[in-house]
């Protein structure tokens, strides 16, 4: 069975840093493009970062210079590293992994998401 776990969240101070991980069971992420989303209150999902598998990495303008997307392939996980982060980045993250084959079929997995809280 597929399962994407993320961990790390909670709440933080304007100008602080958190973690977050996801760890994939089922799959192995070295083949997929893993992207991270957030959802806040009374808004559309936006992604905001990806990682290819080959290490191609995107970023929404609203994180760029502050949050970093990188894998381990050996431990099967993907993190966001969130540095001076502000109240508008509190929503709930979402882990997600995609991957298309040679006859086009999609998978598409999600994570249950992790809240992230950056308030004074």
């Known amino acids: 069975q597929v399962q994407l776990v993320e961990s790390g969240g909670g709440l933080v101070q304007p100008g602080g840093s958190l973690r977050l991980s996801c760890a994939a069971h089922g799959i192995s992420f070295s083949v997929y493009t893993v992207g991270w989303y957030r959802q806040a209150p009374g808004k559309q999902r936006e992604l905001v970062a990806a990682i290819a598998s080959g290490g191609f990495t995107d970023y929404a303008d609203s994180v760029k210079g502050r949050f970093t997307v990188s894998r381990d392939n050996v431990k099967n996980t993907v993190y966001l590293q969130m540095n001076r982060l502000k109240p508008e980045d509190t929503a709930v993250y979402y882990c997600?992994?995609?991957?298309?084959?040679?006859?086009?079929?999609?998978?598409?997995?999600w994570g249950q998401g992790t809240q992230v809280t950056v308030s004074s």
């Open positions: 997600n992994a995609k991957f298309t084959d040679v006859v086009l079929v999609s998978y598409d997995y």
